[in-house]
Protein backbone atom coordinates (compact mmCIF):
# COMPACT_ATOMS: atom_id res chain seq x y z
CA UNK A 1 0.00 0.00 0.00
CA UNK A 2 1.09 3.14 -1.00
CA UNK A 3 1.63 6.19 1.43
CA UNK A 4 -1.00 7.99 -0.09
CA UNK A 5 -3.76 5.94 0.52
CA UNK A 6 -3.28 5.46 3.98
CA UNK A 7 -1.68 9.30 5.05
CA UNK A 8 -3.79 11.95 6.86
CA UNK A 9 -4.24 14.63 4.37
CA UNK A 10 -4.94 18.07 5.31
CA UNK A 11 -2.95 18.28 8.24
CA UNK A 12 -3.44 20.82 11.23
CA UNK A 13 -0.85 23.24 10.81
CA UNK A 14 -0.25 25.61 14.12
CA UNK A 15 1.93 28.36 14.67
CA UNK A 16 5.37 27.94 17.28
CA UNK A 17 4.59 31.22 18.69
CA UNK A 18 0.80 30.24 19.94
CA UNK A 19 0.55 29.44 23.55
CA UNK A 20 -0.44 25.61 24.29
CA UNK A 21 -3.75 26.67 25.00
CA UNK A 22 -4.62 28.32 22.13
CA UNK A 23 -3.08 25.31 19.96
CA UNK A 24 -5.31 22.88 22.19
CA UNK A 25 -8.43 25.16 21.04
CA UNK A 26 -7.57 24.61 17.73
CA UNK A 27 -6.59 20.70 17.95
CA UNK A 28 -10.19 20.13 19.47
CA UNK A 29 -11.71 21.80 17.30
CA UNK A 30 -10.49 19.63 14.25
CA UNK A 31 -10.51 16.69 16.47
CA UNK A 32 -6.50 16.78 15.22
CA UNK A 33 -4.20 15.95 17.71
CA UNK A 34 -0.51 15.54 16.20
CA UNK A 35 -0.72 19.02 14.82
CA UNK A 36 2.72 20.36 12.44
CA UNK A 37 4.85 23.09 13.44
CA UNK A 38 5.50 25.05 10.86
CA UNK A 39 6.32 29.13 10.08
CA UNK A 40 6.67 30.74 7.05
CA UNK A 41 6.71 27.72 4.90
CA UNK A 42 8.92 25.91 6.50
CA UNK A 43 8.39 22.73 8.85
CA UNK A 44 9.47 22.40 12.14
CA UNK A 45 8.10 19.77 13.69
CA UNK A 46 5.24 18.35 15.67
CA UNK A 47 3.17 19.03 18.75
CA UNK A 48 2.61 15.58 20.36
CA UNK A 49 0.65 14.32 23.49
CA UNK A 50 3.45 12.81 24.84
CA UNK A 51 4.95 16.30 24.60
CA UNK A 52 2.03 18.48 26.59
CA UNK A 53 2.15 15.62 29.03
CA UNK A 54 5.90 16.32 29.29
CA UNK A 55 6.05 19.64 28.89
CA UNK A 56 2.69 21.06 30.68
CA UNK A 57 0.97 18.76 33.05
CA UNK A 58 3.79 16.67 34.58
CA UNK A 59 5.63 19.76 35.56
CA UNK A 60 2.20 21.74 37.05
CA UNK A 61 2.09 24.46 34.05
CA UNK A 62 -0.12 26.57 32.72
CA UNK A 63 -1.29 25.92 29.21
CA UNK A 64 -2.33 29.56 28.56
CA UNK A 65 2.01 30.27 29.88
CA UNK A 66 3.35 27.72 27.67
CA UNK A 67 4.01 28.37 23.87
CA UNK A 68 4.54 25.54 21.15
CA UNK A 69 7.74 26.21 20.44
CA UNK A 70 9.12 25.72 24.22
CA UNK A 71 7.44 21.78 24.52
CA UNK A 72 7.29 20.70 20.61
CA UNK A 73 9.30 17.85 19.29
CA UNK A 74 11.39 19.20 16.30
CA UNK A 75 12.70 15.72 15.34
CA UNK A 76 10.48 14.10 11.87
CA UNK A 77 11.12 12.19 9.52
CA UNK A 78 9.55 13.05 5.53
CA UNK A 79 8.00 10.74 2.94
CA UNK A 80 6.97 11.06 -0.47
CA UNK A 81 2.79 9.93 -0.92
CA UNK A 82 4.62 6.86 -3.55
CA UNK A 83 6.55 5.58 -0.93
CA UNK A 84 5.09 2.27 0.68
CA UNK A 85 3.97 0.57 4.30
CA UNK A 86 7.04 -0.35 4.77
CA UNK A 87 9.39 2.62 3.77
CA UNK A 88 6.87 4.64 6.32
CA UNK A 89 7.21 1.96 9.12
CA UNK A 90 11.48 1.98 8.65
CA UNK A 91 11.21 5.69 8.64
CA UNK A 92 9.30 5.90 11.59
CA UNK A 93 12.01 3.71 13.41
CA UNK A 94 14.84 5.62 12.34
CA UNK A 95 13.45 9.31 13.00
CA UNK A 96 11.03 7.97 16.44
CA UNK A 97 8.27 10.50 14.87
CA UNK A 98 5.87 11.46 13.39
CA UNK A 99 6.22 12.13 9.57
CA UNK A 100 5.85 14.55 6.90
CA UNK A 101 4.48 13.29 3.31
CA UNK A 102 5.83 16.37 0.86
CA UNK A 103 5.23 16.40 -2.61
CA UNK A 104 7.31 18.96 -4.96
CA UNK A 105 8.16 20.30 -1.85
CA UNK A 106 4.57 21.27 -0.53
CA UNK A 107 3.16 19.77 2.74
CA UNK A 108 0.25 17.17 1.11
CA UNK A 109 -0.16 15.10 4.48
CA UNK A 110 1.09 13.28 7.85
CA UNK A 111 1.69 9.63 9.03
CA UNK A 112 1.79 8.53 12.46
CA UNK A 113 2.36 5.19 14.12
CA UNK A 114 -1.89 4.65 13.93
CA UNK A 115 -2.26 5.37 10.44
CA UNK A 116 0.73 2.92 9.74
CA UNK A 117 -1.37 0.37 12.17
CA UNK A 118 -4.53 1.08 9.91
CA UNK A 119 -3.08 0.54 6.75
CA UNK A 120 -1.85 -3.02 8.27
CA UNK A 121 -4.93 -4.13 9.39
CA UNK A 122 -6.20 -3.47 5.76
CA UNK A 123 -3.77 -4.95 4.07
CA UNK A 124 -2.81 -8.65 6.52
CA UNK A 125 -5.21 -10.88 6.92
CA UNK A 126 -2.48 -13.09 8.99
CA UNK A 127 0.50 -12.37 10.42
CA UNK A 128 3.02 -13.72 12.64
CA UNK A 129 1.97 -14.43 16.83
CA UNK A 130 1.98 -10.97 19.01
CA UNK A 131 3.69 -11.67 21.75
CA UNK A 132 7.23 -10.91 20.54
CA UNK A 133 6.65 -7.40 19.70
CA UNK A 134 4.47 -6.78 22.83
CA UNK A 135 5.29 -4.88 26.44
CA UNK A 136 4.59 -7.81 29.33
CA UNK A 137 5.88 -5.31 32.04
CA UNK A 138 2.60 -2.69 32.02
CA UNK A 139 2.67 0.23 34.95
CA UNK A 140 -0.31 0.49 36.77
CA UNK A 141 -1.76 3.53 38.88
CA UNK A 142 -4.48 3.91 41.62
CA UNK A 143 -7.62 5.29 40.98
CA UNK A 144 -7.36 7.49 43.58
CA UNK A 145 -3.79 9.14 42.09
CA UNK A 146 -3.46 12.59 40.80
CA UNK A 147 -3.51 13.09 37.26
CA UNK A 148 -0.21 15.01 37.68
CA UNK A 149 1.53 12.09 39.53
CA UNK A 150 0.24 9.42 36.90
CA UNK A 151 1.46 12.19 34.19
CA UNK A 152 5.11 12.37 36.36
CA UNK A 153 5.03 8.48 35.63
CA UNK A 154 4.53 8.48 31.84
CA UNK A 155 6.95 11.16 31.81
CA UNK A 156 9.77 9.40 33.90
CA UNK A 157 9.31 5.73 32.02
CA UNK A 158 7.93 7.28 28.53
CA UNK A 159 4.60 5.25 28.01
CA UNK A 160 1.86 6.70 26.53
CA UNK A 161 -0.62 5.06 28.85
CA UNK A 162 -0.83 3.40 32.44
CA UNK A 163 -3.51 0.80 33.65
CA UNK A 164 -5.96 1.90 36.40
CA UNK A 165 -5.91 -0.18 39.36
CA UNK A 166 -8.58 -0.42 42.20
CA UNK A 167 -9.45 -2.75 44.72
CA UNK A 168 -6.75 -5.17 43.06
CA UNK A 169 -8.70 -5.10 39.95
CA UNK A 170 -8.10 -2.89 36.68
CA UNK A 171 -10.71 -0.70 36.29
CA UNK A 172 -9.72 1.12 32.90
CA UNK A 173 -6.55 2.64 30.84
CA UNK A 174 -5.49 6.93 30.99
CA UNK A 175 -3.89 7.37 27.88
CA UNK A 176 -1.91 10.51 26.95
CA UNK A 177 -5.40 11.12 24.66
CA UNK A 178 -7.40 11.46 28.22
CA UNK A 179 -4.82 13.17 29.68
CA UNK A 180 -4.57 16.32 26.95
CA UNK A 181 -8.93 15.70 25.41
CA UNK A 182 -10.33 14.67 28.50
CA UNK A 183 -8.78 16.58 31.20
CA UNK A 184 -6.51 19.50 29.93
CA UNK A 185 -9.25 20.52 27.74
CA UNK A 186 -12.14 19.81 30.12
CA UNK A 187 -10.06 21.72 32.22
CA UNK A 188 -9.64 19.21 34.72
CA UNK A 189 -7.52 20.15 38.12
CA UNK A 190 -4.10 18.64 38.86
CA UNK A 191 -5.01 16.71 41.67
CA UNK A 192 -7.99 15.33 40.75
CA UNK A 193 -8.44 11.46 40.89
CA UNK A 194 -6.87 9.98 37.68
CA UNK A 195 -9.20 7.65 37.38
CA UNK A 196 -11.94 10.48 36.69
CA UNK A 197 -10.23 10.81 33.28
CA UNK A 198 -9.83 7.68 32.44
CA UNK A 199 -11.09 5.02 29.45
CA UNK A 200 -13.15 2.48 31.54
CA UNK A 201 -14.51 0.80 28.46
CA UNK A 202 -11.43 -1.28 28.39
CA UNK A 203 -10.92 -3.35 24.78
CA UNK A 204 -8.67 -6.18 25.68
CA UNK A 205 -7.24 -9.57 23.15
CA UNK A 206 -6.54 -12.62 23.92
CA UNK A 207 -1.97 -12.54 24.26
CA UNK A 208 -2.04 -16.21 21.93
CA UNK A 209 -3.84 -13.91 18.79
CA UNK A 210 -1.61 -12.56 15.79
CA UNK A 211 -0.42 -9.19 15.03
CA UNK A 212 -3.22 -8.90 12.46
CA UNK A 213 -5.31 -9.42 14.84
CA UNK A 214 -4.53 -6.48 17.28
CA UNK A 215 -4.04 -4.70 14.48
CA UNK A 216 -7.64 -5.09 13.21
CA UNK A 217 -8.85 -4.62 16.77
CA UNK A 218 -7.38 -1.16 17.60
CA UNK A 219 -8.29 0.08 14.22
CA UNK A 220 -12.15 -1.20 14.47
CA UNK A 221 -12.15 0.39 17.94
CA UNK A 222 -9.79 3.83 17.02
CA UNK A 223 -7.29 2.60 20.10
CA UNK A 224 -3.59 2.49 19.91
CA UNK A 225 -3.17 0.84 23.02
CA UNK A 226 -4.78 -2.83 23.15
CA UNK A 227 -4.38 -4.66 26.68
CA UNK A 228 -3.43 -8.21 26.58
CA UNK A 229 -5.16 -10.95 28.22
CA UNK A 230 -3.45 -14.31 29.65
CA UNK A 231 -5.44 -16.75 31.58
CA UNK A 232 -8.37 -13.97 32.24
CA UNK A 233 -5.90 -11.04 33.33
CA UNK A 234 -4.08 -8.18 31.74
CA UNK A 235 -0.75 -9.37 31.61
CA UNK A 236 0.46 -7.19 28.70
CA UNK A 237 -0.31 -4.44 26.30
CA UNK A 238 0.56 -4.14 22.47
CA UNK A 239 0.73 0.03 20.71
CA UNK A 240 0.30 0.80 17.12
CA UNK A 241 3.87 1.79 17.66
CA UNK A 242 4.88 -1.86 18.43
CA UNK A 243 2.62 -2.91 15.03
CA UNK A 244 5.28 -0.44 13.39
CA UNK A 245 8.30 -2.19 15.00
CA UNK A 246 7.02 -5.20 13.49
CA UNK A 247 6.81 -4.28 10.25
CA UNK A 248 9.78 -2.67 10.16
CA UNK A 249 11.77 -5.97 11.17
CA UNK A 250 9.43 -8.56 9.04
CA UNK A 251 10.57 -6.03 6.01
CA UNK A 252 14.34 -5.94 6.88
CA UNK A 253 14.11 -9.52 7.51
CA UNK A 254 13.03 -10.12 4.14
CA UNK A 255 15.44 -8.12 2.60
CA UNK A 256 18.42 -9.85 5.03
CA UNK A 257 16.83 -13.55 3.49
CA UNK A 258 19.30 -14.86 1.03
Known sequence: MKVREFMSVDPLVVSPNLTVA??????????????????????????????????VIAP????????VEDVMSRRYGVLKPDDT????????????SRLAVLEDGMLVGVVT??????????????????KPYATWEVLKVH?????????????????????????RKIRGIFTERDAVKRFLVG???PCDPVG???????????????????????????IKRLPLVVKGEIKGIITARDVVEAIWRMTTEEELAP
Open 22 to 55: QALDRMNERDAWSPVIRIEGDILGFLTERDIIAG
Open 143 to 167: YQASVREAARIMKAERVGSLLIEEE
Open 187 to 189: RGD
Open 113 to 130: AADIMRAYAETSTTGPPL
Open 196 to 222: RYSTQELVTLDANSTLAEAAKLMARNR
Open 85 to 96: MADAARTMMKVK
Open 60 to 67: GLSPQEIK
